[in-house]
C-alpha cells in the first residue's frame, strides 16, 4: 500500500532533479514518488524515466504540455497511490530519516477510522551553499503523532502560519471536492494552503524537519525582483484566495481554524500591499484599488474584517510613513532567512 504519493512538478530542472528524488527513495515502496515533466526543454524528461526505470516499485512519470506548477500539482491529486500527498519542488529537497518517521506515522494511522485530512510536519530554509539556516517548527499548536481537531489544538500565533512545505493533504479529500488549481500561474500554492482547510476536521503532527526549501536563488519566484515582475499574478492568487470563503462560512469553523483563516488572509494581503507600495510606474495604488474592490465587492463582511484586521489594516489604511516601516520590517524578516 502506497501512504504518501510525493509530487514533483518539474519544468527544466535536469540539473537537481536527481539529487531531489534521490533524497526520497530510500523511505522504500510505501512512497509514491510522481514526477510530472511539465513540457520540458532540457534533459529533465529522459532523466525522469531514466529515474523511474532505476527505482520502479517508487518512482512513476508523467508527461505532460506545460501548465505550470499548478497543473503539476492537478496531475499529482488526479494519479496519486498515496493516501496523502505532498508537493515538492525539484530545487528543494525531503529530509530521507524524517521521511522514514512520516511513513511510520503514516502507517499508525493508515485505516480510515484513524486518517487525518491534514498531516502537518516543520520545515527548514536552505540556501544554495548549506542547508537548515532556519527552522519552522508547529510544536506550539500541535501534540506529536496524536489525532488532533481544530478544536483540541493549541491557538495560532498571529505571526505562524503554514507554508506549502509544512501540509500533507489527504488525496481522497481533495479529490471529494474536486480541487484543482489554476493553470500558467504562479504563487498559486497560497490557494493550495488555504481553499482546503474548512473540509480539513482531523490533523497529525510530525515534529520533524521533512522539508527544506532553497532560498536565496536568483531566478526564484519568491525573490522580491521576481515578485515584483509578477505582481498582477501575485495580486490576482491572493484576491483568488481571499474570495473563496465568505465570512459567513468562515464565521460558523471552528474558533482557532476561523482565526487562523482571517489571520493567514490578512498576513498575505499585508504581503501583497507591500509589493504594491514597492512598485514602479504607479502601478501599485491602482492594483491595490482593484484588490480591495473585488474583495467587497465578493463580500462586504469579510472585506470589513480585513480591513480592521492589525496585518491588513496598516497597509490599507495607513500614510506614508507608517508603509514604509512596515516594507522595512518585512524585509528585516525575509533577510533573516535569505530571501
Not at 208 to 224: D, H, I, K, W
Not at 242 to 255: A, D, S
Not at 256 to 263: A, N
Not at 274 to 294: C, D
Amino acid at each position: 500500500m502506497k501512504l504518501l504519493t510525493l509530487v514533483v512538478p518539474s519544468y527544466n530542472v535536469e540539473s537537481c532533479l536527481r539529487r531531489c528524488v534521490e533524497r526520497m527513495v530510500p523511505a522504500g515502496p510505501e512512497a509514491d514518488v510522481l514526477i510530472v515533466d511539465d513540457g520540458s526543454t532540457d534533459g529533465t524528461p529522459a532523466l525522469a524515466d531514466a529515474l523511474a526505470a532505476e527505482h520502479p516499485d517508487i518512482v512513476r512519470v508523467i508527461h505532460q504540455e506545460n501548465g505550470g506548477h499548478g497543473e503539476g500539482l492537478n496531475q499529482g491529486i488526479r494519479n496519486a497511490l498515496g493516501i496523502y500527498l505532498k508537493s515538492v519542488d525539484a530545487d528543494d529537497r525531503i529530509d530521507s530519516e524524517s521521511l522514514i518517521a512520516m511513513l511510520d506515522l503514516l502507517r499508525q494511522h493508515a485505516a480510515p477510522e484513524t486518517w487525518a485530512d491534514l498531516v502537518v510536519n516543520d520545515y527548514v530554509y536552505d540556501h544554495p551553499d548549506r542547508e537548515n539556516v532556519f527552522a519552522v517548527r508547529y510544536n506550539h499548536i500541535f501534540r506529536p503523532g496524536r489525532l488532533e481537531t481544530w478544536k483540541s489544538c493549541r491557538p495560532f500565533p498571529i505571526w505562524k502560519q503554514f507554508m506549502i512545505h509544512s501540509m500533507c493533504y489527504r488525496t481522497a479529500l481533495l479529490r471529494e471536492h474536486g480541487y484543482t488549481l489554476p493553470k500558467h500561474t504562479f504563487y498559486e500554492d497560497n490557494l493550495y494552503i488555504y481553499q482546503p482547510l474548512p473540509w480539513v476536521r482531523t490533523v497529525l503532527y510530525l515534529p520533524r524537519p521533512l522539508y527544506g526549501y532553497t532560498v536565496a536563488q536568483e531566478n526564484q519566484s519568491v525573490s522580491e525582483a521576481n515578485l515584483l515582475r509578477r505582481m498582477d499574478q501575485n495580486t490576482e492568487m491572493i484576491t483568488r484566495m481571499v474570495c473563496t470563503w465568505k465570512w459567513e462560512e468562515i464565521r460558523v469553523l471552528p474558533p482557532h481554524l476561523r482565526g487562523y483563516m482571517l489571520s493567514f488572509l490578512s498576513g498575505q494581503l499585508l504581503n501583497v500591499c507591500v509589493l504594491h507600495e514597492r512598485a514602479a510606474e504607479g502601478r501599485g495604488p491602482e492594483l491595490n484599488r482593484k484588490m480591495w474592490e473585488r474583495i467587497r465587492a465578493f463580500d462586504p463582511e469579510l472585506y470589513r474584517r480585513l480591513r480592521r484586521h492589525p496585518s491588513a489594516a496598516v497597509m490599507a489604511s495607513a500614510g506614508p510613513a507608517v508603509r514604509k516601516i512596515a516594507y522595512t520590517v518585512s524585509r528585516a524578516a525575509q533577510k533573516k532567512i535569505g530571501l
